[in-house]
């Protein structure tokens, strides 16, 4: 069964521990998730993100809704975080946030990802079109990330 990796980088005007504490609020994930996912967090909120934390949340995806359970299995404020998929889409999904000093005040963020498809070996056939939808989705997370902590900072 193939693993695949993803990795996105994004600078943010923003100093890290603004960026991080964004991050740590799991009431932000629906915020950057596009509006088409119909992405809701099923956990009691506020939730204390910590190792362990455990959220669960339903999306849509084609159309099709089902449920995403995922663990922080590393907590390490404010240089990164690791959640990884306990039930849902996925064989394997563990997600690595980290959060670093870039050029003048601001912070890069880095994502990677490993995953693997279900269904093996037919699973394989969906990837290119797997891999689009996530490009897709995390360059829409990077847009509304960085459009939400402008909004905050009162700059349009």
């Known amino acids: 069964m193939p693993e ?3 990795h996105y980088s994004q600078t ?3 100093p890290r521990s603004c960026v991080f504490e964004f991050f740590a609020e799991a009431a932000n994930l629906g915020t ?3 509006p088409e996912l119909e ?3 099923l956990s009691k909120l506020p939730l204390e993100m910590k190792e362990g934390a455990e959220i669960a949340y339903r999306l849509k995806l ?7 359970k995922s663990r922080i299995i590393a907590w390490s404020p404010p240089d990164f975080f690791v959640d990884e998929q306990v039930e849902g889409p996925y064989r394997l999904w563990i997600h690595k946030h980290s959060f670093r000093d870039g050029p003048n005040g601001t912070t890069i963020i880095d994502d990677d990802v490993r995953f693997r498809l279900p269904v093996a070996p037919m699973g394989e056939a969906a990837y290119p ?3 689009k939808q996530l490009e897709r989705i995390f360059i829409y997370r ?3 990330v960085r459009s939400i902590l402008l ?3 009162g700059i349009k």
């Open 39 to 41: 992405f809701v967090i």
């Open 142 to 144: 990077q847009q509304a």
């Open 12 to 14: 943010l005007e923003f």
């Open 32 to 34: 950057i998730t596009p």
């Open 129 to 131: 079109i797997v891999r």
């Open 4 to 6: 695949h990796t993803l």
């Open 151 to 153: 909004q905050k900072q």
């Open 62 to 68: 084609f159309g099709v809704p089902f449920s995403w």
